[in-house]
């Protein structure tokens, strides 16, 4: 049995378990019969034409983990920030760890999807806003909105400012031989409201994992959210991270999107508005090396007058590694005034690396400005001599010189830690020690 | 201190110098001189061990040890050092973080230990104020928006901060307005010593004014074609490089 049929005939065990009677059921069945009709993309489809999932999919994945799991926070601790109290949200398997998490209902929820979609008081909330902004036609959306239980919850009331950031975590233990999951977060920012929200996955061995999330982000009138995703997972590790923004007017949301591990991972990111005078900002840093391969598919949906959307991607690739960076921005009719920016910027170390890179814009207004911008280099000898001249090794040198390429997006981190992290990952994954704190 | 014996160096087919031959005493300085594509920079980028140029023959030794295989770093870590011409922007470096880095290298190298953070910001001050460079300049990105002048200066600042044996100004005059040639040089004079040597690359002879050298070479189609005093500058300034281009072909 092939992967989307054992999928597919899993979602009658699911329904066992959930609910059967509700709304949200319906929602799903329908998810479920979109998943069956589309299956997994494939290289035929335009949007996937340079990411293959095949390989993959081959995997014999368990889809029903088991739930118990001896994961201790000393096991887990160097995933977490420390200088900074977090409140965390964690999953071991697919399933949520209370024992591991910080969550709270004071003043602001920050909890787990499970009880958002299942107990009464939320459901309001979930009627308004889950698998709203999520493209329903999508087929692996879909997928992940059948099965969609486990995941954060995070709701954010009018003008409440987090007190502190959160840290959504997945982590797999290699208990089943090859393990898929669905995760599924909502994030609903209040008007005047500010989140910074760390995202992450991570595998704690070598089995393989397909992590097919689904995370939708409401950010209302003025609202302030910084979404960081940390992607450094093992070579074993496949994740399909599908994000959907919602803004109103006047708020700004940003995604950073920092992918450094993993052996395949599609980021489809995706931004709508609904107001004007808001900001859109897509970062992104990739290094891989080995066979990786990191494919970032964004759009921005300019529809609402006086917006601006800023991206701004950077990739390393050495050895066989590939990339992709496929930037679409569509500025409809209503939308003038519109500022949309995009930028990749890429350097390739290995004569075997490749990117592919494809900016799309379709601007139906006329009174716009938009640029994008796409370059594909090797590192800059002369800067190299430069810095070898004054002493600097050649491997350091290179070091600063692609550190210095990332720097404009590492200057928008706004986690004093994360940022240090961030320098201290891509430090080793250059394989020096950089000797300060850049 | 700096030895070099019939350095022939190309680029692809090109070849650029023909058989330089220049010996540096530790106390001296040497300028050498030279029209454009002469070779002057080329020779600079050589002795700090550019590898995009192919030393085809000849050799170059600092202190009686050959310096052809070393990596450009190696050779700084030996006291070479290249003030460029156009020195790069790296952004997201700071000028202190950068120098700290070059320094701690280089002490590593030579089996010191780094130099503790109090020490450095001391030697750091001093130098500063040598260079007329404001602290808030050092906590900028390495040459990212410098001015020429200031792209200058930072590079003279990394030279006092590094103390090379033998330092090459390459070209350190292009853009420097008249205070700061003389806040370079002036700099320049007081790093010198009798255990350091100093080559300095120009067009002009304006820098040799405040930088005052032993020997003056004349650079010309890959060779060294002329050398003489102080006093062989000014004759350049006044007569121009032709009358030694008529005296070769003559």
């Not at chain 2, 870590?77 to 120098?99: A, D, M, R, W």
Request: hydrophobic share 35%; aromatic share 8%.
């Amino acid at each position: 049995m092939d992967l989307k049929e054992k999928l597919v005939s899993s979602f009658m065990a699911f329904e066992e378990r959930i609910d059967v009677h509700s709304e949200l059921h319906d929602v799903r069945t329908s998810a479920i019969k979109n998943f069956e009709n589309k299956g997994f993309p494939t290289k035929k489809d335009e949007a996937w034409k340079y990411t293959s999932l095949n390989a993959i999919l081959k995997n014999d994945f368990t889809v029903f983990p088991k739930t118990e799991s001896n994961i201790q926070y000393s096991d887990v601790q160097k995933y977490f920030l420390h200088e900074v109290d977090t409140y965390k949200v964690v999953f071991i398997d697919g399933v949520f760890s209370s024992h591991l998490s910080s969550t709270t209902h004071e003043g602001i929820d920050v909890c787990l999807m499970a009880s958002a979609l299942t107990k009464p008081k939320y459901k309001m909330v979930i009627d308004t806003y889950f698998n709203q902004i999520a493209n329903k036609d999508d087929s692996l959306t879909s997928l992940n909105t059948a099965f969609a239980i486990e995941g954060a919850y995070i709701n954010i009331p009018k003008s409440k400012v987090a007190d502190k950031p959160i840290e959504i975590m997945y982590f797999s233990t290699g208990s089943e031989a090859a393990l898929m999951t669905q995760p599924r977060n909502l994030v609903i920012v209040g008007e005047n409201s500010h989140v910074q929200i760390i995202e992450r996955h991570q595998s704690l061995n070598d089995n393989p994992v397909l992590t097919n999330s689904v995370t939708e982000i409401f950010a209302q009138k003025r609202a302030i959210v910084d979404f960081y995703k940390i992607q450094n997972d093992n070579l074993t590790a496949n994740l399909i991270d599908n994000t959907y923004v919602s803004q109103k007017q006047e708020s700004h949301v940003s995604v950073h999107t920092f992918s450094f591990g993993g052996n395949i991972t599609r980021n489809n990111l995706n931004f709508y508005h609904f107001g004007e005078r808001l900001t859109s900002t897509l970062n992104g840093i990739t290094i891989i090396g080995e066979k990786q391969h990191v494919d970032h598919y964004t759009l921005v949906k300019h529809s609402t007058p006086n917006c601006e959307s800023f991206q701004d991607y950077k990739g390393i690739y050495s050895d066989r590694s590939t990339g992709v960076f496929n930037g679409k921005v569509y500025v409809e009719r209503e939308a003038q005034k519109t500022n949309a920016f995009q930028k990749s910027n890429n350097i390739l170390l290995s004569d075997k690396a490749t990117i592919n890179a494809k900016p799309q814009l379709e601007i139906f207004a006329d009174d716009v400005k938009c640029s994008h911008g796409c370059t594909i280099g090797q590192l800059d000898e002369t800067a190299m001599f430069y810095m070898q001249a004054r002493g600097i090794p050649k491997k350091e040198a290179k070091a600063l010189l692609m550190y210095a390429f990332s720097n404009a997006v590492i200057e928008n981190i706004k986690i004093p830690e994360l940022k240090q992290r961030i320098t201290k990952i891509i430090a080793n994954k250059l394989g020096v020690k950089i000797g300060f704190d850049l | 201190m700096l030895s070099i014996k019939n350095l022939h160096a190309s680029i692809g087919d090109k070849e650029i110098l023909k058989g330089i031959n220049l010996e540096v005493k530790a106390g001296e300085i040497h300028a050498i001189m030279g029209p454009n594509g002469a070779g002057k920079s080329t020779l600079a980028s050589i002795i700090a061990g550019n590898e995009t140029y192919e030393v085809t023959e000849g050799e170059i030794s600092l202190e009686g040890e050959d310096l052809s295989d070393l990596a450009p770093e190696e050779r700084a870590h030996k006291g070479v050092f290249l003030s460029f011409q156009y020195p790069v922007e790296i952004p997201g470096v700071s000028v202190t973080n950068f120098i700290r880095t070059a320094i701690n290298e280089t002490r590593k190298a030579n089996g010191k230990e780094e130099m503790p953070a109090n020490e450095m910001l001391k030697v750091i001050r001093e130098k500063s104020e040598l260079l007329e460079i404001d602290r808030k300049f050092l906590s900028r990105s390495l040459n990212e928006g410098f001015s020429g002048g200031e792209k200058k200066r930072n590079e003279i600042f990394q030279m006092a901060m590094l103390e090379p044996k033998l330092a090459i100004l390459d070209e350190t005059d292009s853009g420097l307005d008249i205070d700061a040639l003389r806040i370079v040089a002036n700099g320049v004079n007081k790093l010198k010593s009798d255990k350091n040597a100093i080559v300095v690359i120009t067009h002009y002879q304006r820098l040799l004014d405040y930088i005052v050298p032993d020997f003056v070479h004349v650079l010309l189609n890959g060779k060294i074609v002329k050398s003489g005093d102080a006093s062989l500058a000014l004759e350049l300034e006044e007569r121009g490089y032709d009358w030694i281009k008529q005296e070769q072909e003559a």
